[in-house]
């Protein structure tokens, strides 16, 4: 086995800081490791290297205490690949390794007895059995609720580990598939979504403009425009009033919005969050300047925003409109009135970086930090109307249900299944679906998404078929499909009620997000490789 070298572990971790928004610490280790002096090529490393560095190697160790006799080498050695080949692989192709080995070593034992035999004159019946051990994972979960005064509860995910939740938690279908001794999950996935649900060529519009990843994407909720943010220093404006059309070599038309003007001695500065307001009518960017500017839909600059010091993580605005929030690395929110462009209020609560923000009502929202806490806040209320503190972890993401009775949030406390995001379906009470389930699903960087039952506290299905790090989930406007984009390449798209994929599309590069239009009938997904793809979506 090839070494893993200090240098290449070292650059690991830098990518990691990077990634995770400890640009402070990545500096320091920048300097320290001697980052800049290494020879390696930073754009052959995909996002999230190290985290899938570090599974795939749980999951080859677990593989290596399973080998019998009969699979070592000549030298009774097991024959292990170099790590970087491991990080592209999953499961089942770390199963297929040991496989092909033992069928290669058994077929080279028989011909090498077969001679033998032939030498002595006797003959033999020789046949192959490779058995492949499929163990379940047993699996736990805790869903912790917590009631004030009967009106809120908030669903912290305090120790979710995707693969221990408890069997008695998961419905039937894991089960029936284990009882008929049928191939795992994942291998049904892989297989449908390579057939018959692949998107053609002719559903699909590519847009092309940004030279850096695109990180974030949104849909106009009003119309036919999509908006971008990309590592460029730009966010775009893209007209997708048209059919897709494969292929195209101009595309739609789009407006550039510079964030950020580049000097020859400037270092680019990502556009990591956006939103629309509610009528379509201004979208908000923030940056990794600190700066949120306010553009209207035809992309005039309206106003910049100027006052936070550390890059702007989270954006979003209330119903009404008449309020849009930020939450920042430098660990403060930032209420805006948009009629005056001025801050409204200042919460300064949190001891670490505010990942997310996410409105209740137009007047009280919620924030969550890398600093482990949950506060509940209402604009001219100098305090916190709550705080959470059940998380022993970085916070993720948060989000009201439609009804902003039910808080959910994620971490990845107590597990190295780091739960990315969540999101709740468009359904139940205060929805325009109220007669179908209220639904909560999670996205995680063990490749798998799970759906939630979260009034029952259970888990309604787990939805394998991605074979790394889910980033992005979007549920469509009548909660029946949810759309998935991962740094496997792939985007999927699931029905909620069957549990599977029925359409999937691989493109060249990770995806950051994905998101439904208002219709329902198109479905964007922002790439590494500098490109937004557009799908008609139709069954």
Same mark, same amino acid.
């Given at each position: 086995?090839?070494?893993?070298?200090?240098?290449?572990?070292?650059?690991?971790?830098?990518?990691?800081?990077?990634?995770?928004?400890?640009?402070?610490?990545?500096?320091?280790?920048?300097?320290?490791?001697?980052?800049?002096?290494?020879?390696?090529?930073?754009?052959?490393?995909?996002?999230?290297?190290?985290?899938?560095?570090?599974?795939? &190697?749980?999951?080859?160790?677990?593989?290596?205490?399973?080998?019998?006799?009969?699979?070592?080498?000549?030298?009774?050695?097991?024959?292990?690949?170099?790590?970087?080949?491991?990080?592209?692989? *999953?499961?089942?192709?770390?199963?297929?390794?040991?496989?092909?080995?033992?069928?290669?070593?058994?077929?080279?034992?028989?011909?090498?007895?077969?001679?033998?035999?032939?030498?002595?004159?006797?003959?033999?019946?020789?046949?192959?059995?490779?058995?492949?051990?499929?163990?379940?994972?047993?699996?736990?979960?805790?869903?912790?609720?917590?009631?004030?005064?009967?009106?809120?509860?908030?669903?912290?995910?305090?120790?979710?580990?995707?693969?221990?939740?408890?069997?008695?938690?998961?419905?039937?279908?894991?089960?029936?598939?284990?009882? *008929?001794?049928?191939?795992?999950?994942?291998?049904?996935?892989?297989?449908?979504?390579?057939?018959?649900?692949?998107?053609?060529?002719?559903?699909?519009?590519?847009?092309? &403009?940004?030279?850096?990843?695109?990180?974030?994407?949104?849909?106009?909720?009003?119309?036919?425009?999509?908006?971008?943010?990309?590592?460029?220093?730009?966010?775009?404006?893209?007209?997708?009033?048209?059919?897709?059309?494969?292929?195209?070599?101009?595309?739609?038309?789009?407006?550039?919005?510079?964030?950020?003007?580049?000097?020859?001695?400037?270092?680019?500065?990502?556009?990591?969050?956006? *939103?629309?307001?509610?009528?379509?009518?201004?979208?908000?960017?923030?940056?990794?300047?600190?700066?949120?500017?306010?553009?209207?839909?035809?992309?005039?600059?309206?106003?910049?925003?100027?006052?936070?010091?550390?890059?702007?993580?989270?954006?979003?605005?209330?119903?009404?409109?008449?309020?849009?929030?930020?939450?920042?690395?430098?660990?403060?929110?930032?209420?805006?009135?948009?009629?005056?462009?001025?801050?409204?209020?200042?919460?300064?609560?949190?001891?670490?970086?505010?990942?997310?923000?996410?409105?209740?009502?137009?007047?009280?929202?919620?924030?969550?930090?890398?600093?482990?806490?949950?506060?509940?806040?209402?604009?001219?209320?100098?305090?916190?109307?709550?705080?959470?503190?059940?998380?022993?972890?970085?916070?993720?993401?948060?989000?009201?249900?439609?009804?902003?009775?039910?808080?959910?949030?994620?971490?990845?406390?107590?597990?190295?299944?780091?739960?990315?995001?969540?999101?709740?379906?468009?359904?139940?009470?205060?929805?325009?679906?109220?007669?179908?389930?209220?639904?909560?699903?999670?996205?995680?960087?063990?490749?798998?998404?799970?759906?939630?039952?979260?009034?029952?506290?259970?888990?309604?299905?787990?939805?394998?078929?991605?074979?790394?790090?889910?980033?992005?989930?979007?549920?469509?406007?009548?909660?029946?499909?949810?759309?998935?984009?991962?740094?496997?390449?792939?985007?999927?798209?699931?029905?909620?009620?069957?549990?599977?994929?029925?359409?999937?599309?691989?493109?060249?590069?990770?995806?950051?997000?994905?998101?439904?239009?208002?219709?329902?009938?198109?479905?964007?997904?922002?790439?590494?490789?500098?490109?937004?793809?557009?799908?008609?979506?139709?069954?």
């Amino acid at each position: 086995m090839t070494p893993l070298t200090s240098a290449e572990l070292n650059y690991l971790i830098f990518r990691h800081l990077n990634e995770s928004g400890y640009t402070h610490s990545a500096f320091a280790f920048e300097y320290e490791a001697g980052i800049s002096e290494s020879a390696i090529d930073g754009n052959a490393v995909p996002p999230g290297a190290l985290v899938t560095f570090i599974q795939k &190697g749980i999951e080859y160790l677990g593989k290596e205490t399973k080998p019998n006799n009969d699979i070592l080498d000549a030298n009774g050695n097991f024959q292990f690949r170099h790590p970087i080949e491991l990080i592209p692989k *999953d499961e089942n192709e770390l199963q297929k390794i040991i496989n092909d080995k033992k069928e290669s070593i058994q077929k080279d034992n028989s011909k090498g007895k077969e001679k033998v035999d032939a030498e002595n004159g006797e003959g033999s019946d020789h046949g192959l059995a490779a058995e492949r051990e499929n163990e379940p994972y047993g699996e736990t979960n805790e869903i912790e609720k917590k009631t004030a005064n009967g009106k809120e509860k908030e669903i912290p995910f305090d120790y979710i580990s995707d693969a221990n939740h408890n069997e008695d938690e998961i419905n039937g279908r894991l089960e029936e598939n284990e009882a *008929d001794s049928g191939p795992l999950p994942m291998d049904i996935c892989a297989s449908t979504a390579s057939s018959s649900s692949a998107i053609p060529n002719i559903d699909v519009t590519v847009l092309r &403009g940004h030279t850096s990843e695109v990180f974030t994407c949104a849909w106009n909720p009003a119309g036919s425009l999509l908006a971008s943010g990309a590592g460029d220093s730009t966010a775009r404006i893209w007209t997708m009033d048209k059919p897709s059309v494969p292929n195209m070599q101009n595309g739609p038309l789009s407006v550039v919005l510079r964030h950020f003007m580049e000097t020859p001695n400037s270092e680019s500065k990502d556009v990591t969050t956006l *939103d629309w307001n509610a009528e379509g009518t201004l979208l908000a960017t923030g940056s990794n300047d600190g700066r949120v500017k306010m553009w209207s839909e035809r992309g005039d600059l309206i106003t910049s925003l100027n006052e936070h010091n550390g890059p702007v993580f989270s954006l979003k605005w209330n119903k009404k409109g008449d309020f849009l929030l930020s939450g920042s690395r430098d660990k403060t929110v930032i209420v805006w009135d948009v009629k005056t462009a001025e801050r409204k209020q200042h919460f300064k609560f949190h001891s670490a970086t505010v990942l997310d923000v996410d409105w209740r009502s137009n007047f009280s929202f919620a924030t969550c930090s890398s600093d482990s806490m949950i506060y509940v806040c209402k604009v001219g209320t100098d305090r916190p109307l709550k705080t959470f503190a059940g998380h022993q972890g970085e916070v993720n993401a948060i989000k009201w249900d439609p009804t902003g009775t039910l808080l959910a949030s994620c971490s990845d406390d107590f597990t190295a299944k780091e739960i990315y995001t969540v999101r709740w379906s468009p359904t139940g009470t205060g929805t325009d679906n109220p007669n179908r389930q209220l639904v909560l699903a999670s996205a995680s960087f063990d490749s798998t998404i799970k759906l939630w039952d979260v009034e029952a506290g259970r888990i309604l299905d787990t939805l394998y078929g991605h074979r790394d790090a889910v980033y992005s989930v979007a549920f469509s406007p009548n909660g029946e499909y949810l759309a998935s984009g991962s740094l496997d390449k792939c985007v999927h798209v699931w029905s909620v009620k069957e549990a599977r994929i029925v359409k999937s599309y691989r493109g060249e590069d990770g995806i950051f997000e994905v998101c439904w239009n208002n219709k329902g009938d198109k479905i964007a997904a922002c790439f590494a490789n500098n490109v937004v793809c557009v799908f008609d979506f139709h069954m």
